[in-house]
């Protein structure tokens, strides 16, 4: 086999660059300084002018569909928009992980070695049309990710968390690999379009090409914590810190979803009824436990790892709209916006979270809110601007996202998963307003103001200001990003 | 430019209310603010053509074009009034707040703004999208009004009354854009303005529920009967009236109820008119059952903010049963009494309000008497207690009158038992009347440590324009009749067919200032 790189394939990768470079200034400093670790703040300022030159990058070099070594990936709309929700959502988490005690601190710039990688590994996945390529992309990601929750300052809960999640991950993505072996088997290529180009005849001829298909398919699952294989989402999400909470809830999230859009888009569900009634019923089941579970939490960060649940049933909804539609652009338009609009209100409520913690060790809990309001009239009311978001009500941003993806799905005539969907928004509404109603409607006592959090509270009021407008200049947003999936 | 000043001007003021540093000036400011709003809602009459049914003052701009969704205001004979009773309301109910609230007042007023933004923008607009936004968005200000400044049970009422108008109106959001889809299909693009909807044709087949005319009927009938509230959908609302602070049982009462039937004189009838038809008797009849049901629940409540709830649910049953009458009269007599109760149960909460604010109590077994203490106040409580009733000569006699003549001319059999509704209203007003302000001193009201006054200049100044516009509509109905006629009689006429013409004002005023050349 001869391999050629040329200078158009590192160009093409060349947010992936930036980021290598950026991830490798922090933690050699510490070397040279002889493992004294640099202010936090210059470890923050290298990462996110990393995360910045890869935005910058990535937006010069995507967009265009080239692609680069030997096709295996792929920079065209999807790439582009999914990794600016990604790089956004990295960076509103490396802007926590500067503020909240269990991440900053010691180690402080091996954390971001880590997290920048963790980013490389997402810019793989959103543009990898190679299955074995987004093996590699989901893998870069989530080894990372396993590190940085352990390595949290918490000492029981987070390494819990990790190993279930590592344990978790790993069978996760053995279920993944065999399914591309059968795809292998079957159609002789791992290569997305070769796959698409066989689709046709295998799916009704050939056994063990759906048997492959449903596999890779439940290894998405995983990822994205589809019921029934979420079981590891409420326990990692408490456990890890905040704003690795944060961050696996919106970037990581994100990601999986572009590599699940770019899989499905193989048009294998439109050959297989029973693939497709099976992912009905499964998004249909998500949104219902994850909501109803939620309503069950009374810690503040297992109600949204819930809620996260049942928003992955809505957007999962919006997946098998894209793929069974005709007017796939349409439909996955729907699936990014709501990624983006979700990045903003999660990452926003997880911020405030952080912000209410105590130290590395402290839960919050929903009666802890208790009096927040009066104490912080702005953070309470930003709070409640993401949960109002979170549940759809307009004119926010969520009212939009749901907006598009339902309108997708009706148009291509899933009416009754639309309509499973608008009403669980309304199961959801009792325990988003939970919160609300505990941090104006009860009183709590008085204590004293958090020290600092500048970057903690800058993520907040910029997700806060997103949240409000950002639904209402939707539609150009929306128009510009189908256009570039088309 | 008028229409939109009118809905957005109150986000602006919401804000100026936030940001205001000064707590004395702020309730002064709030009136203004709100009087400033009233005076530009008259205007619309100036420019209001009450000979037309068409459209008018309409505003258009393209919003999220791929889905044909624009920012499109307009009004009509049918919205005109309940756009001005929304205006006239607010400044009577921040005078009326003036001294029940006294927490978090900035919160308050903020709420109260925007929530008279959402109210504006549902009877305003004409896009499916648009109006959705400002349908749902009327819950977040009214939730808090209820949760932070309601009564004791004021959590469990406020995510009741937020949960169950939430169920109705999701099903309605993809009933919309199920239309929205059938827009495309029927002329090639898709759209989401209401203009639009009312030249589908959608197949209807009757006796069969699964068809589609019937599901999307249903899916907004439920949004709307749920506010209104229709019979078995009522529960939320004396919860959340009586937990509710005064000022939000009056926009409660008043305004949001009216959403609901507005949207049913809106949306449902001229949407599906072969539906409408078909399934009339069956809101009949729930509007039947409402007004004999809440007239006797209303009779034994011992809480009077409880029975003037209950009220409520009587008096919406008239409107409904108005409205599926399908004639002149009766849907005539439905929007009169849209707005008679917006003033006469806003009243009735006002006052209740008052005598809570001496003596912190509502029940009507503690009272008796008042008549010897307060008679000012009992004065303004008979005349607002005998527009309630429909008593000749006040605004709410001419509207029950009116929705009752329908009736009978279209169905005597439900006219027949609607009619008691007014008998059992006068019992349980009357009744409740009696015990309160005559017979024996109550226990509240011989309190010689707690001596009470009578109204304020303050409360005066509350009541006169609400008694004032219930003698004014009682003696002359023409004068609000002259500006919604048109627009009835053609929803009437054209109910089958039913087409909404956009009037181009710019034309209007150039023919003329040919005629004045000429």
């Not at chain 1, 899989?263 to 693939?275: A, D, P, Q, R």
């Not at chain 2, 229709?230 to 926009?251: C, M, N, Q």
């Not at chain 2, 000012?376 to 429909?390: E, G, H, Q």
Request: hydrophobic share 55%; aromatic share 14%.
């Amino acid at each position: 086999m001869n391999i050629q790189i040329g200078l158009p394939d590192i160009l093409l990768i060349s947010p992936m660059i930036a980021l290598f470079v950026a991830s490798l200034i922090p933690i050699t400093i510490k070397v040279l300084r002889g493992n004294v670790e640099q202010a936090p703040f210059a470890t923050l300022i290298q990462g996110l002018g990393g995360i910045l030159a890869a935005t910058v990058l990535l937006m010069m070099v995507a967009g265009s569909g080239s692609t680069a070594f030997a096709d295996a990936l792929v920079l065209d709309g999807l790439t582009k928009w999914m990794g600016f929700v990604a790089l956004a959502g990295a960076t509103g988490a490396v802007l926590l992980m500067y503020d909240n005690p269990s991440t900053n601190g010691d180690q402080f710039s091996e954390l971001m070695f880590l997290t920048l990688s963790s980013v490389i590994g997402m810019l793989i996945l959103v543009s990898a049309v190679d299955l074995l390529v987004v093996f590699i992309g989901l893998e870069t990601m989530s080894l990372a990710l396993y590190l940085m929750i352990a390595m949290s300052h918490e000492q029981k809960l987070s390494k819990e968390a990790a190993l279930k999640y590592f344990i978790l991950g790993s069978f996760a993505s053995a279920i993944f690999l065999y399914g591309v072996a059968f795809l292998f088997g079957t159609v002789g290529s791992t290569y997305i379009p070769d796959i698409i180009a066989s689709t046709g005849d295998l799916i009704s001829s050939s056994r063990l090409f759906v048997f492959g298909i449903t596999l890779v398919i439940i290894g998405f699952c995983f990822k994205v914590s589809i019921a029934p294989f979420h079981a590891w989402t409420p326990d990692v999400y408490q456990g890890a810190p905040t704003p690795h909470t944060a961050y696996m809830s919106t970037a990581i999230k994100a990601v999986s979803f572009a590599a699940f859009l770019r899989f499905i888009s193989t048009k294998s569900l439109v050959g297989s009824e029973n693939l497709l009634d099976f992912l009905q019923w499964l998004a249909v089941l998500t949104m219902i436990v994850g909501n109803v579970a939620a309503i069950l939490q009374n810690n503040f960060k297992r109600m949204l790892a819930f809620s996260s649940v049942a928003h992955s049933g809505y957007l999962m909804v919006g997946v098998i709209t894209t793929g069974i539609s005709d007017n796939m652009s349409f439909a996955a338009s729907g699936v990014i916006f709501y990624l983006a609009a979700y990045t903003m209100m999660t990452l926003g409520a997880f911020a405030i979270i952080a912000l209410i913690e105590k130290d590395e060790n402290s839960s919050v809990k929903v009666e802890d809110l208790a009096g927040y309001a009066k104490k912080r009239p702005l953070m309470a009311f930003c709070l409640s601007l993401f949960l109002l978001s979170l549940a759809g009500v307009p004119p926010l941003v969520g009212f939009f996202g749901k907006f598009y993806l339902f309108a997708a799905a009706i148009g291509e005539g899933l009416l009754w998963l639309a309509v499973w969907g608008v009403l669980n928004s309304v199961i959801s509404v009792y325990y988003y307003l939970r919160p609300i109603v505990v941090m104006y409607m009860k009183e709590g006592e008085e204590d004293e103001a958090p020290r600092g959090f500048g970057a903690t509270k800058t993520t907040i009021l910029v997700s806060a200001i997103l949240v409000v407008f950002l639904g209402l200049i939707s539609g150009p947003i929306f128009e510009a990003v189908e256009k570039a999936l088309s | 430019m008028l229409l939109s000043s009118l809905v957005f001007l109150p986000i602006l003021f919401a804000l100026i209310m936030v940001v205001w540093p000064n707590k004395t000036t702020l309730r002064p400011l709030a009136l203004g603010l709100s009087l400033i709003q009233f005076a530009l809602s008259l205007t619309i009459f100036w420019k209001f053509d009450p000979s037309s049914s068409a459209l008018q003052l309409v505003e258009k701009y393209p919003w999220i074009e791929r889905f044909g969704v624009n920012y499109y205001l307009g009004i009509d004979g049918i919205s005109l009034w309940l756009v001005i009773l929304t205006t006239f309301l607010l400044p009577i109910i921040i005078v009326g707040s003036w001294q029940a609230i006294e927490d978090r007042v900035k919160g308050f007023h903020a709420a109260l703004f925007v929530l008279q933004t959402a109210m504006l923008g549902t009877f305003l607009a004409i896009d499916a999208i648009f109006f959705y936004i400002f349908w749902e968005l009327s819950l977040v200000p009214m939730y808090f009004m209820i949760g932070i400044w309601g009564g004791s049970r004021r959590i469990y009422a406020t995510i009741k009354f937020f949960i169950y108008t939430m169920v109705g109106s999701v099903l309605m959001l993809v009933a919309i854009i199920y239309m929205m889809f059938l827009t495309q299909e029927a002329f090639g693009t898709m759209s989401a303005s209401l203009i639009d909807f009312y030249r589908l044709d959608i197949p209807f087949i009757a006796g069969q529920f699964f068809s589609l005319q019937t599901l999307l009927f249903f899916a907004f009938a439920l949004a709307f009967a749920i506010k209104v509230p229709v019979w078995p959908f009522h529960t939320w609302l004396p919860d959340a009236h009586v937990e509710a602070p005064t000022p939000g049982s009056v926009i409660l009462a008043g305004v949001m109820l009216k959403m609901g039937t507005y949207g049913l004189m809106r949306w449902t009838i001229p949407l599906f008119p072969e539906a409408a038809e078909y399934w009339a008797w069956l809101f009949l009849l729930v509007a039947v059952v409402g007004i004999v049901y809440g007239a006797v629940v209303a009779m034994v409540q011992p809480d009077i903010k409880k029975l003037v709830a209950y009220s409520s649910v009587s008096h919406m049953g008239y409107i409904v049963l108005g409205l599926f009458a399908f004639n002149e009269t009766g849907m005539t007599g439905g929007l009169y009494q849209m707005l008679n109760h917006g003033i006469s149960t806003g009243a009735l909460f006002l006052l209740v309000g008052m005598i809570y604010e001496r003596t912190h109590s509502r029940e009507i077994s503690k009272y008796g008497g008042l008549a010897g203490v307060l008679p000012f106040f009992t004065i303004a409580f008979f005349i607002v207690t005998l527009s309630s009733i429909a008593v000749p000569l006040t605004n709410g006699f001419v509207g029950e009158f009116l929705i009752l003549l329908g009736t009978f001319q279209a169905n005597p059999g439900f006219a027949y038992v609607a009619v008691s509704g007014v008998v059992l209203g006068a019992v349980y007003m009357l009744w409740m009347f009696k015990r309160v302000f005559f017979g024996p001193k109550g226990e509240l009201v011989k309190d010689e440590s707690h001596p009470l006054h009578d109204l304020s200049p303050r409360e005066f100044a509350v009541l006169i324009p609400m008694g004032v516009m219930i003698f004014w509509m009682g003696l002359f109905p023409n004068h609000f009749f002259h500006w919604s006629n048109a627009s009835i009689k053609h929803l009437v006429e054209s109910r089958s067919n039913y087409i909404l013409t956009v009037k181009d004002t710019n034309t209007k005023t150039q023919s003329a200032a040919l005629v004045e050349g000429e």
